[in-house]
């Protein structure tokens, strides 16, 4: 019976209400921490921001808009040239070590010189990549001849540039 009436205490003490956090007030002075400057030096640097704004600011020239234009005449003309195509890539390899990255490599063109593989590196990996494949029906065929040499090839949607011959 008195242990009846300690638990029923403890919960009454427990689930007294608290003060809400609304009439709790604070303060603190941190004007001791900040820094004073001088407004003279606020004056001093606004005239040199605009100067430097109409030194280096110049429109553009007819020389820089012949360059311009001739760089978006070649993406134009690549454009024309091939698409992007969504495919497959073999990857052989990835991991972070280059000397076993140029190994699988120089293996990959051994057993398989068609498939052209290539390094890439995104760091801290290096990966090799071989083959491009419009077709996932061939791609999952050479991939099985590609894993009985190296067991760890996976076969990866990737999207590619495609240029028409």
Same mark, same amino acid.
């Given at each position: 019976?008195? =242990? %009846? @009436?300690? $638990?029923?205490? #403890?919960?009454?003490?427990?689930?007294?209400?608290?003060?809400?956090?609304?009439?709790?007030?604070?303060? /603190?002075?941190?004007?001791?921490?900040?820094? /004073?400057?001088?407004?003279?030096?606020?004056?001093?640097? /606004?005239?040199?921001?605009?100067?430097?704004?109409?030194?280096?600011?110049?429109?553009?020239? @007819?020389?820089?808009?012949?360059?311009?234009?001739?760089? =978006?005449? $070649?993406?134009?003309?690549?454009?024309?040239?091939?698409?992007?195509?969504?495919?497959?890539?073999?990857?052989?390899?990835?991991? %972070?070590?280059?000397?076993?990255? %140029?190994?699988?490599?120089?293996?990959?063109?051994?057993?398989?010189?068609?498939? *052209?593989?290539?390094?890439?590196? @995104?760091?801290? %990996?290096?990966?090799?990549?071989?083959? @491009? #494949?419009?077709?996932?029906?061939?791609? *999952?065929? =050479?991939?099985?001849?590609?894993?009985?040499?190296?067991?760890?090839?996976?076969?990866?949607? /990737?999207?590619?540039?495609?240029?028409?011959?």
């Amino acid at each position: 019976m008195r =242990i %009846n @009436r300690l $638990i029923i205490l #403890f919960l009454l003490v427990a689930c007294k209400a608290s003060t809400p956090p609304s009439l709790v007030t604070y303060s /603190e002075d941190l004007s001791v921490y900040r820094h /004073e400057m001088q407004e003279s030096a606020f004056k001093e640097k /606004e005239p040199t921001k605009q100067k430097v704004k109409q030194e280096f600011y110049k429109p553009l020239t @007819r020389h820089l808009q012949q360059e311009l234009d001739s760089v =978006i005449r $070649i993406a134009q003309e690549q454009n024309k040239a091939g698409k992007y195509v969504d495919g497959y890539v073999i990857q052989v390899y990835s991991g %972070n070590s280059r000397a076993e990255a %140029n190994q699988i490599k120089s293996g990959m063109r051994e057993f398989f010189p068609e498939l *052209n593989p290539k390094i890439s590196y @995104r760091q801290p %990996n290096f990966r090799i990549k071989a083959g @491009r #494949f419009k077709d996932k029906l061939k791609a *999952n065929r =050479i991939h099985q001849q590609v894993k009985e040499k190296f067991p760890k090839a996976i076969l990866l949607p /990737e999207r590619f540039f495609l240029k028409y011959e």
